[in-house]
Each structure stands twice: as C-alpha cells, then as structure tokens.
C-alpha cells in the first residue's frame, strides 16, 4: 500500500513539474522579444487610432518621450509609450536608440565645456547630432531660448535642385560651406545648430567697435569702479564676416575701461593668426604684481602645430605669458643674437 502510495505521489510531482516547463515555455513564446525602443523628436504629435486622413486621437507624446515599436508600415510606426497608449506614428517623428544615446553621449561629453560665447535661438531649431542639415535631430530649441556656444564646424550646403557647384577653369567644383555652433541649453541638453540662427549676447557699447567683423566669442576678464558702478573690461575674438573659414577666429581685441573719459578703449589687438576654441580665463598669481586676469588661446605656429599661447593683463597692459619651453628658445635666440654682433665674430665673418 506505502509503495504504490509513493509511486502514486512520485507520478504526479513528475507530471506537475512537466506540466509547469510547458506553462512556462508557452509564456516565453507569448511574450516574444523585447520590442525595439525609439524617442519622438517633435514638440508635440498625436498618436493616431488608424492609418487614415481622419482618425481618433490615442494620445499625445513629445520630443525625447521614449516609445516601444510594435509594428512598422510604410512612413508609420505603431508604438506604445510608457504609460500604455498605443497608436500610429510617422516614421519621420522617431529616431533610434543608437541616435538617442549618442545624443545623450554629446550632453555627457561636454556637460563642463567651458561656453565660448552665449546666444539665443533666433527663431525655433533643431538640435542635430552632427554638423549638416541632413544629420539626424532630436530636440527643438524654442526661439529666444538661452544657449551657450561651445564649439564651431562646418558642413556642406545644400544646394537647390538642378544648381550645380561653382568651378573656377579646370578646378573641380567647390561646395559652399556653412558655419554650425555645438550650443548647450538650460537643461544642458547638446547639439549643432546653424550658427547664424544665434544671436550672440554681446553688450552693445562694444559690439559697435566690430568694423564689419564679426564676432565669434567673448568673456569678461574682470571689473573695474567707476563712481557708484561697476564696469566690466572684455576680451573679443572676431573673423571676417563669411562662413566656411578654416579656424574659429583671427582677431583679438581687449576693451578697457577709461576712468578719466568713461569709455571704452581697445587696449590690444592682435591680427592674422589662426585661433581654434576653446579660450579659457582665469587669474593667476604674479608674485609682485599680484593676481592679474589671464586668457588662452589655442593658435596655430609657424610649424602647423597647435599650441596654447597664454596672456596676461596688467591694468590696460596686455602682454604674452611665455611657457618654460619659449622662455629657453627665447634665451637661445638672444645668445645667438649677441654671438652675431660679438667683434670677434664680425671679424672671422669678414675672413
């Protein structure tokens, strides 16, 4: 009786065990895979009911919202958001998840960059991944929204159906480039935007000095009294006023403050180098002279190398601070100099 008994209960926890491994893999095969997730990069879309010119609306979603794709047609795509409303949306409105992590990759990357320059949208824009009009976007700016300006690049225009590219004799054709700004947010989200569609915020009562240049950075190096107020003094990175330059910017003016006419005056300038972002600013300790505002900027030498080039500013002085490495290249020049002009140099040139 105890051994049929066992046999019995042995019989059925097999057939249970056999019974769940079949419930469970039915389960598996139900669910199927993960469906493939996707962000909206519109401000606002409705999901749509049916593929029809009218239709109900299902719900709304907005840009960076993620979706899961259930099922793709021809320009649409079903999807479901994270709070279960499913419907129809064009393709057009969605971007992968590739693309939104290397959005995210790019806000990541320069979350400290320091701002070369800050601006607002001119009008409403797309933050795209890359330089170039055709490079996936994800985000929208609204227009007058608060940006800082990291990064500059160019990119190939476009050019208007059946236009061809201009040649010059045998040359072949060169695209038309235009400038692109990598600008950052107030919720630190980042990409590229078409430069010119920024207004830089530069304060009117020097941005009249610009000759017709135009004005691609600027920082405030430091204050000065004047009466009751304070007034800060500027250091301006200017170009000629066209798109498609191969360096950020040529040109560097300092503005000070004069306290006995109370105006602006350029305290120094500096032409025809070639000057790529970022500048930074700081201060720095000079022992006797105290601690004086500093800024770098990142040139081109005569060699083809680009190279950090420090400057100081002492009252409306402005002089370059020389690296260890100059400062010896310096001190051999002068040497070779003063061996040159020694007599007895002159006198075995002769010979």
Known sequence: ?????????????????????????????????????????????????????????????????????????K??????????????????YLVDEPTYDQFKKLSAENLDSPAQARGVARSTLNLHIAPGRETEHLY??????????????????????????????NAAPTPALEDWSLVRDTQKRTGWVLARMIDLDVPLEIAQYAEGQRIVSFFVL??????DKKVAQYLLLMT???????????????????????????AYREHN?????????????????????VFTLQVRDEQGNTVARKYRMLGPI??????PEEQQLQAEKKTTRLASAHPAARHKRKH
């Not at 700016?141 to 004799?169: F, H, I, M, Y």
């Not at 402005?318 to 690296?323: F, N, T, Y």
């Open 1 to 73: 009786m105890c051994v049929q008994l066992r046999t019995s209960l042995r019989a059925i926890g097999i057939a249970f065990c056999i019974s769940a491994f079949l419930l469970l893999s039915g389960c598996k095969r139900a669910i199927g895979p993960k469906p493939e997730a996707a962000y909206v990069n519109a401000p606002q879309v409705n999901l749509r009911d049916r593929l029809a010119t009218i239709y109900e609306k299902k719900g709304i979603v907005r840009d960076g919202d993620k979706v899961y794709v259930l099922e793709k047609r």
């Open 75 to 92: 320009r649409f795509w079903r999807v479901r958001t994270e709070r279960g409303e499913e419907g129809w949306l064009e393709e057009k």
């Open 140 to 169: 929208q700016l609204k227009e007058g929204e608060q940006l800082d300006v990291l990064k500059r690049a160019t990119a190939e225009k476009p050019l208007p159906p059946g236009v061809r590219p201009a040649s010059t004799g």
């Open 222 to 227: 430091n204050e000065v009294q004047d009466g």
């Open 240 to 266: 000629d006023n066209r798109d498609g330059l191969p360096y950020d910017y040529n040109q560097v003016r300092i503005f000070t403050w004069n306290l006995r006419r109370h105006r602006y005056e350029t």
């Open 273 to 293: 180098i070639v000057g790529f972002f970022p500048v930074t600013t700081g201060t720095e300790d000079f022992g006797k002279d105290g601690v004086l505002p």
């Open 318 to 323: 402005v002089r370059r601070v020389l690296s």
